[in-house]
């Protein structure tokens, strides 16, 4: 193997997905498995591992150790330096801070670089995907939370450490109840974790929905993004009801941070923009057109080209940035 | 008079304020009038003129033509290059384009430089106000309108020249009617062009209110910030409803840029802003926290240190700027 193969993980709130990639970024081989929902970050880790020795089974390594490194993209704070990552809420049990760059290097033989999930795969899009040719964009990642990475002359902004947060942008003063345990955020409305549990409750209020059977005939024990995608296909009446409160708020929410920073570009990636696609990027450009202050040349709404896979090679190429 | 004296036209939506200042800023003479209501671009341009004679003639300048240089902050779009100002939709009859600096400089025998009014306001917190010593922060102008400048490590964020619409965020999905037409944005509760349009209606529904005597009893055809603030310190309902209101879409918006940003600082001024001074700055502190994301580092948040000259300053700097 070159010498420059490298592996990435990006560890979501539902699924951990790994690739090996060459110098060029070609994925020489990728696995994919559920977040583990009980047990703690140390079963995380192995999970992640895990995963990763199997990419690299399908790239043809023997060995993890062969790697030239491997890039992780993490929720919650990261501490680069440390490896380690604190307030991973959508994770099980871990809101303290947990070593999982020193954990994962001694499991898989190979240094790690850990990085913001949304900022590696912001960069990815942005280096290899979508925003190539653009020099401010947006990258907006739907799924069990709604994150963002903020591109402005072609340069991350990061703020004190924390920008991206448009999930926790008010769109509703006095709304919906957000997993963060504010009111009126983005995510409130669109983020899988909250519309779960507002799938429940409308459920248990007697809303009648084909949902949770799906879930069960489907082997999850979570409304999934292929979950949500099949009841819409088949128009179960509360999947289009809170499929359609979330592209409401992602367009107000979306079209807010466009007012702000007038970039070029929204990049509409996660789980469930992946899965839903682009007739579903086209419904959010729709959602945010009423809410645009400069309505006669909106920003490109894209669909993230590197799919699936984005966070992942985005978590790769932080191999290089730090050798 | 030193060959850098120069001058600095802040054109607000209610008021015109004109400064003279010297190589270092200080400012040697300053007159304000009031923004013209009727007529059109080329009366509140004469009106413009008139004003900054009277500040030269204060500052004990014979001719407005022995300035180094005229800079004006202006609303609307401005093209800096052609010196003309366009869609300035809270001046009388200003939708289309004018050339407002050419105008300017055959009436003042000086050269003249045009920016956006909170783009140089803001300019002039980071050189010369609260935002000296950081490297970050979001100027929010709350006056007649709601304008936002973003100041990222130290350099102004414009991108694609409409950048910082703060006001035009949505912070109420389906809310209230903004003058900009739309639904929900921070200018529809804050601004105080919807505040009045707001105060007239809720008078004409029957609520009690002292605000449009005062206004009566001072001379004024608007509700200003003096008037506002007037009503304030007698306790009057509808301007304590309306104030609230507006301090609560505040809160709810710049917290939403603050966790899209993370930026250190955020600076209120305007016309409001000023006025109000810095408890309604608490309070707007105190409305932001329930939305903050990162609770436990929040960012600065302080009166506008230039108070109303700062727009006239700022719009001085553009001299050298553009020289």
Same mark, same amino acid.
């Given at each position: 193997?070159?010498?420059?193969?490298?592996?990435?993980?990006?560890?979501?709130?539902?699924?951990?997905?790994?690739?090996?990639?060459?110098?060029?970024?070609?994925?020489?081989?990728?696995?994919?498995?559920?977040?583990?929902?009980?047990?703690?970050?140390?079963?995380?880790?192995?999970?992640?591992?895990?995963?990763?020795?199997?990419?690299?089974?399908?790239?043809?390594?023997?060995?993890?150790?062969?790697? !030239?490194?491997?890039?992780?993209?993490?929720?919650?704070?990261?501490?680069? %330096?440390?490896?380690?990552?604190?307030?991973?809420?959508?994770?099980?049990? +871990?809101?303290?801070?947990?070593?999982?760059?020193?954990?994962?290097? @001694?499991?898989?033989?190979?240094?790690? &670089?850990?990085?913001?999930?949304?900022?590696?795969?912001?960069?990815?899009?942005? !280096?290899?995907?979508?925003?190539?040719?653009?020099?401010?964009?947006?990258?907006?990642? +739907?799924?069990?939370?709604?994150?963002?990475?903020?591109?402005?002359?072609? #340069?991350? +902004?990061?703020?004190?450490?924390?920008?991206? =947060?448009?999930?926790?942008?008010?769109?509703?003063?006095?709304?919906?109840?957000?997993?963060?345990?504010? #009111?009126?955020?983005?995510?409130?409305?669109?983020?899988?974790? $909250?519309?779960?549990? #507002?799938?429940? %409750?409308?459920?248990? =209020?007697?809303?009648?929905? *084909?949902? /949770?059977?799906?879930?069960?005939?489907?082997?999850?024990?979570?409304?999934?993004?292929?979950?949500?995608?099949? &009841?819409?296909?088949?128009?179960?009446?509360?999947?289009?009801?809170?499929?359609?409160?979330?592209?409401? $708020?992602?367009?107000?929410?979306?079209?807010? &941070?466009?007012?702000?920073? *007038?970039?070029?570009?929204?990049?509409?990636?996660?789980?469930?923009?992946?899965?839903?696609?682009?007739?579903?990027?086209?419904?959010? =450009?729709?959602?945010?057109?009423?809410?645009? /202050?400069?309505? *006669? #040349?909106?920003?490109?709404?894209?669909?993230? @080209?590197?799919?699936?896979?984005?966070?992942?090679?985005? $978590?790769?190429?932080?191999?290089?940035?730090?050798?």
């Amino acid at each position: 193997m070159a010498d420059r193969t490298r592996g990435g993980i990006d560890l979501g709130g539902t699924k951990i997905q790994t690739v090996i990639v060459d110098e060029s970024q070609k994925v020489l081989g990728s696995a994919r498995a559920p977040t583990p929902t009980d047990g703690g970050p140390a079963d995380v880790a192995t999970a992640m591992a895990s995963a990763l020795r199997e990419a690299a089974k399908q790239a043809g390594l023997k060995q993890t150790s062969a790697l !030239a490194g491997i890039g992780v993209g993490s929720p919650g704070a990261v501490d680069q %330096k440390a490896g380690t990552v604190s307030g991973a809420g959508n994770l099980p049990d +871990w809101a303290g801070s947990f070593p999982l760059g020193p954990t994962l290097s @001694e499991a898989l033989g190979a240094s790690v &670089a850990i990085g913001n999930d949304v900022g590696v795969a912001t960069d990815a899009e942005l !280096a290899l995907g979508a925003g190539r040719e653009v020099s401010s964009l947006i990258g907006v990642f +739907w799924g069990t939370g709604v994150g963002s990475g903020i591109v402005l002359d072609r #340069r991350p +902004w990061h703020g004190r450490g924390a920008a991206g =947060e448009l999930g926790h942008t008010v769109v509703k003063m006095g709304g919906r109840r957000c997993p963060c345990g504010r #009111r009126g955020c983005v995510e409130a409305y669109a983020g899988r974790a $909250a519309m779960e549990a #507002r799938a429940r %409750k409308r459920q248990a =209020e007697g809303k009648s929905t *084909d949902l /949770f059977k799906l879930m069960e005939k489907h082997d999850r024990t979570r409304l999934t993004s292929s979950i949500w995608a099949r &009841a819409l296909e088949r128009k179960d009446g509360l999947a289009r009801e809170l499929i359609d409160d979330a592209i409401e $708020a992602l367009g107000a929410g979306i079209a807010s &941070a466009v007012n702000l920073l *007038d970039v070029e570009m929204v990049v509409i990636g996660g789980g469930l923009g992946i899965r839903l696609g682009q007739p579903y990027v086209e419904r959010i =450009e729709a959602a945010m057109r009423p809410h645009l /202050f400069v309505d *006669d #040349r909106p920003p490109a709404v894209r669909l993230a @080209e590197l799919g699936d896979l984005g966070g992942a090679i985005g $978590a790769a190429l932080l191999v290089d940035e730090h050798q």
